[in-house]
Structure formats: C-alpha cells, structure tokens
C-alpha cells in the first residue's frame, strides 16, 4: 500500500493499526468506503482513456458492492464518466443458474449497474450457469484464457462472506486455485436463502474465479461492511494464513488497495 500517497488525499478518514498484517481502513459509514473506491476507480478509467488504453475491473455481487456501482453509474450520469474502454470480469455465479432468473448474476450486475453506464456489452463476462456440466472445466480453462488476453485484471472488488469465502471459495480452497465449479458451504447457502423460496432452492454449487485468479489482480479492494463481518475479517487480516479462510491469502500478496470494515456499534 502506499501510504504516503493515502495521507495526502484530506478528507480519507482511517486508521491503520499495528497488530494487523495488511493495511487497514475503518470508514464510519459504508458509503463514505464506497465512495472512495469509485472515486479511485472513476480516476483509473481517466488515466487509462488519456493513454488509450483500456482497463479490466474485476467485480462482485452482494450487498457489499452496490453502493459502489450506484456511485460510478452517478458519476456516469452526472460527470460525463464514460466506461467504453471498460472490460470487466465477474467473480462467480450458481451452478445451474439461467440468467432471466431473478438471482443471477447476470441479472443482479445488469440492474444494478451495466444497464445505466455506456460499456459495450462485448466487455462484459459473466460466468454462465447454464453451460453443460460435461463442458464447464474447459469453460472455465476458457474464462482464464480471457481474463489473460485482456490483459489481466486491474482493479478487483470483493466482499468477504462469513465462512472466510472470496468468490465462492469456501475453506479449503487452495491459494493458486483457477476458476472452476465448486461446492458451496453450507452457511453459504443458508445466507444465501433469503434470495430464494427455501435454503432447499439454493443451488449446491457455483462457477467462481480461483484464489489464484483474483490476487493476480494488481489492485484489490476487499470491502466488509457491520458487525456480522467482525469476527471473519479479524480473521482474515490479523490471523495466520490458512485455507480455512481463503480470504486470508490476500497477505500473501502485493496488494496496493485497501480493506475496510465498520467498526461495531452498540444499538
């Protein structure tokens, strides 16, 4: 992380504490950390348009990073931020999963943030939850040829779920693990729940980028948002490296984002 260039910028409130193993930012509100990561982003996409260049996000799904996207579709819409040099990569998706479904990826990312920007609908990948099972390990060999010939992944957005997952790598995902089809963890499933019928409807599996896959990224944001996330982000950046908690391999890499979350708050 580059501090220095963190202290310059004012009005960024946060603090970085000694015992932690990768630089952090607590943020009074998830807005204010969502602001700052789009506002970072919205900067990226200047740089690499005044070099004609283009530029490769890495996004998430959740609840985690929809004020992000609210924010770059305002910044769209209000400052002219055009996402036509834009070439994004997501995460994840369920296994089987159409995308009309009403909890796809596919879906989620549309309408929440492609169908109000500018950016060419041959830019966008999403992992399709409806290829033949027989055909998904070379899909996913494919999917990581993509992300190579785009050049790599400048800027991914995670969230961090409460079994340590990053994508849907639950524990026990290794730290140079491709995109691939995995089972999802049970607590995964059962917060997944509340965007289905029943726990019962949550599929078993998912199509999700590997551990290797999304720290070759250059730049990582990890956001983690209220005090259901405390105890799991304590883990990830204060405790030892393990696959017990994926995320926690992100000390193992040269990131130069920074991680968030709000500090609990009594009621």
Known sequence: MKIKEKESIGYLKYE?????????????????????????????????QQDGEQIVLGLATGSTPIKVYEELVWLHKEEGLSFQNVVTFNLDEYYPMSKEARQSYWRFMHEYFFDHIDILPENIHIPDGTVPMEAVTAYCERYEKLIDLAGGIDIQILGIGRTGHIGFNEPGAWETSPTRMVRLDHLTRHDAAKDFQSEDD??????????????????????????????????????????????????????????????????
């Open 16 to 48: 970085l504490k000694t015992f932690e193993k990768l630089p952090v930012k607590i943020w009074n509100e998830p807005l204010e950390a969502s602001r700052h990561v789009a506002k970072s982003i919205a900067l990226a996409i200047h740089q690499k």
């Open 202 to 267: 949550v599929p078993y599996r998912a199509i999700t980028m590997g551990v290797g896959s999304i720290f070759k990224a250059r730049t990582v944001y990890l956001l983690a948002f209220g005090q259901h996330k405390a105890h799991i982000i304590q883990q990830a950046i204060e405790g030892e490296i393990t696959h017990s908690v994926p995320a926690s391999f992100c000390k193992n890499t040269l990131i130069q984002g920074s991680y968030w979350t709000k500090p609990q708050q009594k009621n």
